[in-house]
Structure formats: C-alpha cells, structure tokens
C-alpha cells in the first residue's frame, strides 16, 4: 500500500468548515485521511504500492504481463493511468488498462485479474487500486469534504493449484441511480466551461441518505451470493474485510450478515473513504497485523458511484 505523507485531521477540518471532531467521528467513525502533496499523481501513489507487492511477490517489471489500474481520480482523462505506471515501473511486457468502477474498482478488477489467468491472457497480473479523491472534493461543502482520502493498494496475482486463491466473485451495477454520487463535469456530457467551473460541478457530488441506504442493501445481498457461489457459509469466514466508507455502513452491513464484529477489519479511522483503494488497503494492513494468514477464508465487499457493487471470497 501507499498514503501520502500529509495527514488532515478532524481538528485540521474544523478550520476549513463548519464542523467539529465529534460531529465527524460520531456519523462516519474517520478521524484522519491522507492527502496527496502537490505534484504528486494517482500514478504515484500507485508505483509506490506496485514496486512493494512485487517485491513481496518476486515479481521483476519484465514478468508482469498485465497492469489493471482501477481509479476514478486518473492522472488524465487520457491516456490510461495504467500506462503512466507501466512507463515508471518499466513494465515493458505488460499491457496496461484501467477500470472506472468508483469503490467497487478493486473487486472488479480482482475479478478480471482472475479472468486474465484462468483464460490464458496472462500468467502474472499487476492489480493496483489508487485514488487522489482529495483533488475532486468541494473543501466547502462538509457533507462531503470530511469523507475521503487518498491512498493506493497493490496485488500480485498468478494462477494457484493449491486450493487457494479467488473462491467467487459477484458483480452488479444500477445505472438508473447513476445521479446519487459521481462528479457531474469534466467529461463528454458536461465538458469543462467557465460555467462548469462556477458551478463547482467537477467536485463530488453525492446524495448521502440514499446512498447509505442502496450501500448496506447492495453489499449485504452481494456477499451473500459470494458466500453461496463459493459453497461456504458466513461463519466460515476468518476475516471480512468490507469497503472503508463509513463505520456505520460497515456495522449495518455486518449485522445483516451475522457476521461477529470481532471478524470485521477496519481502518477507516486513519485513511477515510480511500475509494477503489480502501479494500486492498485493508487487506495490506490485515495481513502485517496477523488478522489473515495461509488458509484463512476472507471476505470482500465494495459498494460505490454508478452505482457499483461487488463481492469476492478467497482463500488466502
């Protein structure tokens, strides 16, 4: 994983807006979240991130056939910000794309990481998550301001004949509520315009009740169908490792589960809503704290703009 070097507290947001430590930690559960330095690039974040889980892995630049960068915060809108990180990296072999699934971005480019192997495309995937969420939040508005944070997480992946690896995964999308968070401008439909500007359509945008509420539905209703797909039950899991958006959303979707508090790993307190990153961030810090070892059985759940989902199970 990678996070930027500067920290912005509770306290530190009390002097930009109209808020306060305790109204922040009381609704979302963060205290603090990274933000990037200027100059400092999504790419960035993910080069830092990559260059560790290759070394973890032994993967050297010129093994990884394919670089899967999910990001909605790119470094441009193009090329792929997965092409900057081949070029730092020097990933000469590999192709390089990036996936838009908002949150969710992790679990479907896990999803696809996986289906690269099993078909043959490639033998050692790049899998990074990165997000500057800090470049596209309005610090005036403190519905949204105090949420998000940025960060990048990175995996390796190669084909296992052990037993372990990627058990299942669920996939979903709802075009329909597509309006209930995003950034309005920037792209083809509302391209940037002094009026655009003034409007301070290119910051997030999200209607909170409504998003709460489709979050819990939707993670809960897609890890269940990860558990039947993976022909394992909820209280097999060791650990459950949800997306870092909110403690209260992660406490309602845990106990629709049944699943223990004590199996829930979370870190949003230091991090924020980190976006696509947030799951293999937690992943990253469960495993250097001992939370998932050889074996264990882990759940992933994500939930985000589009609006997305996804779940995944996985033997690590």
């Given at each position: 994983m990678a996070a930027p070097a500067r920290v912005l507290?509770?306290?530190d947001l009390t002097r930009m807006v109209e808020t306060s430590d305790e109204w922040i930690t009381t609704r979302t559960g963060?205290?603090?979240r990274r933000i990037v330095a200027p100059g400092e690039s999504t790419s960035d974040l993910g080069a830092v991130a990559a260059r560790e889980a290759m070394a973890r892995a032994g993967a050297r630049p010129e093994d990884?056939?394919?670089i899967i960068f999910c990001t909605?915060?790119?470094d441009q809108v193009a090329p792929?910000?997965?092409c900057f990180l081949q070029s730092k990296l020097g990933a000469k072999n590999a192709a390089a794309v990036d996936i838009q699934a908002a949150c969710s971005g992790f679990i479907y480019g896990l999803s696809m990481a996986r289906g690269a192997i099993v078909s043959g495309e490639a033998a050692c995937v790049l899998l990074v998550a990165g997000e500057s969420m800090s470049r596209f939040i309005d610090w005036t508005d403190r519905t949204t301001c105090v949420l998000f944070g940025d960060a990048a997480g990175a995996m390796v992946l190669r084909a296992s004949s052990n037993g372990r690896g990627i058990l299942s995964t669920v996939l979903g999308a709802d075009g329909d509520n597509a309006g209930l968070i995003g950034v309005p401008a920037g792209g083809a439909s509302l391209p940037a315009s002094h009026e655009t500007v003034d409007g301070r359509l290119h910051y997030m945008k999200m209607v909170?009740?409504?998003?709460?509420?489709?979050g819990v539905r939707r993670m809960t209703r897609s890890m269940q169908k990860a558990l039947v797909k993976a022909g394992v039950g909820v209280n097999d899991l060791d650990l459950f490792v949800p997306h870092q958006a909110n403690k209260?959303?992660?406490d309602a979707v845990g106990d629709s589960l049944g699943i223990s508090p004590d199996k829930v790993f979370i870190n949003l307190e230091k991090y924020g809503n980190t976006?696509?990153?947030s799951v293999p961030v937690a992943l990253h810090e469960a495993v250097l704290a001992g939370r998932i070892r050889a074996g264990d059985l882990v759940g992933m759940v994500a939930f985000g703009a589009g609006l997305t989902w996804g779940a995944s199970v996985v033997r690590w």
């Open positions: 507290t509770n306290d963060i205290r603090e990884i056939d394919l909605m915060t790119p792929a910000t997965a909170g009740a409504e998003v709460f509420k489709n209260r959303i992660i976006s696509a990153a």
